[in-house]
């Protein structure tokens, strides 16, 4: 199994060591900090932890962490623009670094859009897939822009993943081509609403995740779907394939 979208570095050790006993294979760890950054530095360090640190850390379980590194817009830099994306493209750039992500909108401003923007364009440039937030509140208004922006930037659709879809967005999405993302925790999906969402679906198309970090999340999402829909597939082939893991 391997978790498609989790911010596993702030959560403790008993959500890690749950899931490298429940038999996951890999978690993939998307960038965020619950604080406006400053700045660059910022950045700097918080890439770093989740490229280097969490590999040590993951690996000492027997559990992959892959890396995604962006800049989610609940954390807009309140300094240095220009320093911060420059920061983004320096990781997004290594190997190791599997997506970019999480970014995407949350009120679907002007500045979120131009964040959004530029770093999909990086996306494009470095040849990775990227992890796209949808918001709880306004959350068909301002996924419908979403899409409308992912269609005029011109990524391809096999290289996004729209998260945390609903059965409130999953028509506006559906026939887009683009992955869906479902994610199990308190206040998004269930188990059993995600089931029944994933019944309607090309099963090539859809990831799955738990979100677990600081928020309450269910580190064993993932393995609780597994042991009801039994689709490899779902929860091993389609991420290994989206973000290209060996
Ligand atoms: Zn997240």
């Known amino acids: 199994m391997i978790d498609s979208h989790t911010h596993l570095f702030i959560a403790g050790y008993l959500a890690l060591s749950k899931m490298a006993k429940a038999g996951y294979n890999g978690v993939i760890q998307c960038a965020f900090i619950p604080v406006r950054p400053t700045g660059s530095s910022t950045f700097k360090d918080l890439f770093n932890w989740i490229v280097y640190a969490e590999e040590e850390r993951c690996g000492k379980v027997g559990l992959k962490s892959y890396p995604a590194i962006g800049i989610h817009p609940r954390c807009m830099p309140l300094s240095e623009y220009e320093r911060c994306l420059s920061t983004v493209e320096e990781y997004l750039g290594l190997e190791k670094v599997r997506a970019l992500g999480e970014v995407g909108l949350e009120e679907g401003s002007e500045r979120e859009t131009r964040l959004l923007v530029d770093q999909l364009k990086m996306a494009i440039k470095l040849d990775k897939p990227a992890i796209i937030h949808t918001p709880r509140r306004n959350k068909k208004e301002v996924t419908r822009k979403l899409v409308n922006l992912l269609?005029?930037?011109?990524?391809?659709?096999?290289?996004?993943?729209?998260?945390?879809?609903?059965?409130?967005?999953?028509?506006?999405?559906?026939?887009?081509?683009?992955?869906?993302?479902?994610?199990?925790?308190?206040?998004?999906?269930?188990?059993?609403?995600?089931?029944?969402?994933?019944?309607?679906?090309?099963?090539?198309?859809?990831?799955?995740?738990?979100?677990?970090?600081?928020?309450?999340?269910?580190?064993?999402?993932?393995?609780?779907?597994?042991?009801?829909?039994?689709?490899?597939?779902?929860?091993?082939?389609?991420?290994?394939?989206?973000?290209?893991?060996?």
């Open 151 to 246: 269609k005029s930037v011109g990524i391809s659709e096999d290289r996004v993943v729209i998260d945390h879809v609903n059965e409130e967005v999953i028509e506006l999405i559906r026939n887009e081509g683009f992955f869906v993302g479902l994610t199990i925790q308190p206040g998004k999906l269930t188990v059993k609403r995600a089931i029944r969402i994933i019944g309607e679906l090309d099963k090539e198309r859809i990831l799955v995740n738990s979100d677990v970090g600081r928020d309450e999340s269910d580190p064993l999402a993932i393995y609780k779907l597994f042991k009801r829909l039994a689709s490899r597939k779902i929860v091993y082939d389609n991420p290994r394939k989206f973000f290209n893991l060996s």
